[in-house]
């Protein structure tokens, strides 16, 4: 038998190791990587090509929904399940749009996400209950304000919001230079443009957008006088 191959994306060492201990009981199921940040999920995914990444939203340095974005453009033939602990429409919205193909709730139980697994793989699709419920009134074409920040976002390349994500994480440009192998000077350009992409002109703005869009949970504080 043909086992489903498996990497698993969660910065939490803990919950990391419950998935694996329960994907490992499953016969037609093998974990054939981990990573512990999204930037090591997208070099991971790219290597081992796995059939499906269960993939966390809020991960240090790339977080879950761009990784999924760059996983899909390396890889395409993957099929992507989202975990997350929030459930509300716009973290839905944000996974659909990024190319997940299904969201599960962190306390959907195991032999769910088993089951979810094995359904995305065979090419359908697979949300946790509570969100099949409520996926009819998701509409991407409301101008509600979710929507508004998912087009400015669109708007972003997929380096500025590495960048923009680097910066809402406290990292000075040094930091992100260093993070992302780039110059001081190339930093400094791309958060420029997100100033003028997004019409926002300091840190912590970047900062507030970054969370509202998404792309750090508002768990993660920064102090910014």
């Known amino acids: ?9 969660e910065d939490h060492t803990i ?14 199921l093998e974990v054939v990587g981990e990573a512990q940040d999204g930037r090591q999920a997208v070099a ?8 499906v990444v269960l993939m966390d939203i809020a991960m240090p340095l790339l977080n879950g929904l761009e990784a999924t974005r760059q996983v899909l453009k390396a890889v395409p033939t993957t099929r992507i399940l989202i975990l997350s602990a929030h459930n509300d429409d716009a973290y839905v919205k944000n996974a659909t749009e990024s190319g997940a193909v299904g969201f599960l709730l962190k306390q959907t139980s195991s032999h769910e996400v088993c089951g979810a697994i094995r359904e995305v793989q065979k090419g359908k699709t697979f949300f946790s209950p509570s969100i099949s419920r409520r996926l009819n009134r998701l509409n991407p074409q409301s ?5 508004r920040l998912n087009k400015k976002t669109a708007e972003l390349t997929s380096r500025e919001i590495e960048v923009l994500q680097l910066i809402a994480e406290g990292k000075a ?9 780039i110059g001081m000077k190339t930093v400094e350009k791309h958060r420029e443009h997100l100033m003028q992409k997004l019409d926002i002109h300091d840190t912590a703005g970047l900062t507030r957008y970054a969370i509202s869009a998404g ?11």
């Open 44 to 51: 991971l995914a790219k290597k081992l090509r796995p059939a």
């Open 215 to 225: 792309i750090i949970e508002s768990s993660v504080q920064l102090t910014i006088v």
């Open 15 to 28: 919950v990391r190791e419950g998935f694996r201990k329960m994907l490992e009981l499953e016969d037609d």
């Open 143 to 147: 101008p509600d304000r979710a929507g």
């Open 173 to 181: 440009n040094k930091e992100t230079a260093a993070e992302l192998g």
């Open 1 to 9: 038998m043909k086992r489903i191959t498996v990497l698993l994306a």
